[in-house]
């Protein structure tokens, strides 16, 4: 009791160390944080404009977000609006990645460094906060309050809309005792049927995605696809009990992979679920287990190297984050 009341300790010290470090962080050193303090200036005038265009458009440009920066911006200064969210949403999401399991402290701390978790509180603010509130809702004890925290995070950012359609279509398949064979071939075709239409789809809603990401292309660069088809692949060597506990985290692995060269936002969809993903892979067993750790070395490896050398390791640079 002792040892676990000290490591709850150690958490809440290492969250709010690891919140306090990221929200000093300058804030005008990272791309588009001009963005964010538009926001934190103008929300009030942003929202009147989806409001004008109708409940449609309003509903899917994220109102939670715009409601939180004006009522922030009426107590803070715009730049200590971004130092609050970034402070709320870092302390949040390593409070609850570190106390998933103390056995696996320095892993569960590397994973916080890793660029894909530490971007969402460093440039895509909306996001991380999205992901802090997402991971209240994931862990809390209470069922009607995670339906409204998951709520509230498609309210903060628009890539919750996908993740919930994912966790409402892997909740059918489960009910329907289908195998994981053949929820996998259905999560690939709902995959590819995003991946084609989904920024279509986007446009008729009024998403300001549509008009974002319709002149950029899809990320090719393979590396990321090979190494999350390599973790695929230990989902299943782990056996079909592992895959029915973590099946949403599965599927989520699946539909990134299958929208991996046809939708070019679906990285960010990913990444608002990563840390789900990593929590499950602490199940594996065996030599799996060591497959995985190994890897994901690697990749931190892979994916540090070339920023150390670059402005704000890479976040200060346009087009490399």
């Not at 609006?81 to 106390?99: G, H, Y």
């Not at 590397?110 to 971007?119: A, G, H």
């Not at 750790?293 to 390791?313: E, K, T």
Request: proline share 2%; charged share 10%; hydrophobic share 55%.
């Amino acid at each position: 009791m002792f040892e676990m009341r000290s490591y709850n300790a150690l958490v809440y010290i290492c969250a709010i160390c690891y919140g306090i470090a990221l929200s000093s962080l300058s804030v005008d050193a990272f791309v588009d944080r001009d963005n964010y303090l538009v926001y934190a200036r103008s929300s009030y005038e942003i929202a009147s404009f989806y409001m004008s265009k109708g409940i449609g458009p309003l509903f899917f440009n994220e109102p939670i977000w715009l409601a939180v920066n004006v009522t922030m911006a009426a107590l803070l200064s715009p730049e200590n609006v971004l130092r609050s969210i970034i402070f709320f949403s870092s302390s949040v999401t390593a409070f609850f990645v570190l106390r998933n399991n103390a056995k696996y402290f320095i892993f569960l701390v590397f994973i916080l460094l890793l660029p894909q978790v530490l971007k969402n509180n460093i440039i895509h603010l909306r996001q991380g906060f999205a992901i802090a509130v997402f991971l209240c809702g994931w862990f809390s004890g209470h069922k009607n309050v995670r339906y409204v925290l998951f709520f509230l995070a498609c309210m903060i950012h628009s890539s919750f809309f996908i993740v919930m359609f994912l966790m409402i279509l892997n909740a059918l398949l489960i009910k329907l005792r289908l195998g994981a064979e053949i929820r996998t071939v259905v999560t690939i075709i709902s995959g590819v049927f995003v991946g084609v239409l989904g920024l279509w789809i986007a446009g008729l809603l009024g998403a300001r995605q549509a008009n974002e990401y319709t002149s950029n292309g899809a990320a090719v660069s393979g590396l990321a696809f090979v190494f999350w088809a390599a973790v695929a692949a230990l989902f299943f060597l782990q056996g079909k009990r592992f895959l029915y506990e973590n099946s949403f985290q599965y599927s989520i692995i699946i539909f990134y992979l299958s929208t991996y060269f046809l939708l070019p936002v679906t990285a960010r969809v990913f990444e608002s679920v990563i840390l789900l993903v990593f929590l499950s892979l602490l199940g594996l067993t065996s030599y799996r287990k060591y497959l995985f750790i190994s890897a994901l070395s690697i990749y931190f490896v892979l994916q540090w190297v070339p920023r150390l050398i670059l402005p704000g390791f890479g976040w200060g640079v346009e087009n490399y984050i």
